[in-house]
């Protein structure tokens, strides 16, 4: 099975730019480059901050050009998102019960399970009812013999870029790992909020972080300041088959580059 992880897209109303980028721009160029390149992925998930400000016509603009994709979309919102815009705008995806944007669905690869740990610009977490709600999931999952595949926003653990993890990691990480350490079948997790390629494992899960579509972060590993810079952007392609997953990283501005 094939998907695309893209991230960040950080809308903003037209003609407004973020850092003197255009966000639509880019994710109609992200889109593009899907329906020319990997038109028959199974699906596209975009792991957060889907605006900048949280403004309604940003919402509107993200599904007229998600909608432009072959495959089915699935969003989760970031600490850029505002819950109540959000939801006003994009009513029909499915919301849980508790207000959250956390849901599952499922596909031949197994279960997909995409969860909310916006509370607000500067504070995320999953609370009690959203960890107990995830724990019945994974249970049900690993009863039934099923792969899980976790996407959230903000990352529940330090990455080494020192004002990300002093101001924008996730609270309750070790909260989160208690309940995944109870699970063997968690094959991946996808994360968005830091604009940067990142790999590894966490409690010996795989996971793996993909740029913005729009601006980038430094990778800088010792200075604790926010630093943007105008690396390209890119997305990921994830090919999942029975013992494997390999994750492609896409420099989508660069398609139609002339090598020299
Ligand atoms: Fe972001
Ligand atoms: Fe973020």
Same mark, same amino acid.
Not at 70 to 94: K, T
């Given at each position: 099975?094939?998907? =695309?992880?893209?991230?960040?897209?950080?809308?903003?109303?037209?003609?407004?730019?973020?850092?003197?980028?255009?966000?639509?721009?880019?994710?109609?160029? &992200?889109?593009?480059? =899907?329906? $020319?390149?990997?038109?028959?992925? $199974?699906?596209?998930?975009?792991?957060?901050?889907?605006?900048?400000? /949280?403004?309604?016509?940003?919402?509107? @603009? %993200?599904?007229?050009?998600?909608?432009?994709?072959?495959?089915?979309?699935?969003?989760?919102?970031?600490?850029?998102? =505002?819950?109540?815009? &959000?939801? @006003?705008?994009?009513?029909?995806?499915?919301?849980?019960?508790?207000?959250?944007?956390?849901?599952?669905? @499922?596909?031949?690869? /197994?279960? %997909?399970?995409?969860?909310?740990?916006?509370?607000?610009?500067?504070?995320?977490?999953?609370?009690?009812?959203?960890?107990?709600?995830?724990?019945?999931?994974?249970?049900?999952?690993?009863?039934?013999?099923?792969?899980?595949?976790? %996407?959230?926003?903000? +990352?529940?653990?330090?990455? /080494?870029?020192?004002?990300?993890?002093?101001?924008?990691?996730?609270?309750?990480?070790?909260?989160? $790992?208690?309940?995944?350490?109870?699970?063997?079948?968690?094959?991946?997790?996808?994360?968005?909020?830091?604009?940067?390629?990142?790999?590894?494992?966490?409690? /010996?899960?795989?996971?793996?972080? +993909?740029?913005?579509?729009?601006?980038? +972060?430094?990778?800088?590993?010792?200075?604790?300041?926010?630093?943007?810079? &105008?690396?390209?952007?890119?997305?990921?392609? +994830?090919?999942?088959?029975?013992?494997?997953?390999? =994750?492609?990283?896409?420099?989508?501005?660069?398609?139609?580059?002339?090598?020299?």
């Amino acid at each position: 099975m094939k998907f =695309i992880h893209l991230s960040d897209t950080h809308l903003l109303p037209r003609p407004r730019t973020i850092m003197g980028i255009d966000a639509c721009a880019r994710l109609e160029a &992200a889109v593009a480059s =899907i329906n $020319a390149n990997f038109a028959d992925s $199974a699906f596209c998930m975009v792991t957060g901050d889907l605006t900048d400000e /949280g403004d309604a016509q940003s919402y509107r @603009e %993200f599904r007229k050009i998600l909608d432009r994709l072959p495959m089915p979309w699935y969003p989760l919102l970031g600490n850029h998102d =505002i819950r109540s815009v &959000a939801r @006003e705008n994009l009513g029909d995806l499915p919301w849980h019960s508790d207000g959250f944007l956390q849901y599952e669905f @499922e596909t031949p690869a /197994g279960q %997909f399970i995409v969860l909310d740990s916006l509370v607000d610009m500067d504070t995320s977490y999953l609370n009690e009812d959203q960890l107990k709600w995830l724990d019945e999931r994974l249970g049900v999952a690993q009863q039934d013999k099923k792969d899980v595949y976790l %996407f959230m926003h903000h +990352v529940p653990f330090n990455i /080494g870029i020192p004002w990300l993890d002093r101001l924008y990691r996730m609270d309750n990480g070790e909260d989160l $790992a208690a309940v995944l350490n109870r699970y063997n079948n968690i094959r991946h997790m996808f994360f968005g909020h830091v604009h940067r390629p990142i790999h590894g494992s966490w409690h /010996g899960i795989p996971f793996s972080i +993909v740029r913005s579509t729009a601006h980038q +972060v430094a990778l800088d590993l010792e200075d604790d300041k926010s630093k943007f810079i &105008a690396e390209p952007p890119s997305f990921g392609i +994830v090919l999942i088959e029975d013992n494997q997953v390999v =994750i492609h990283d896409h420099s989508f501005l660069e398609d139609n580059l002339p090598i020299i």
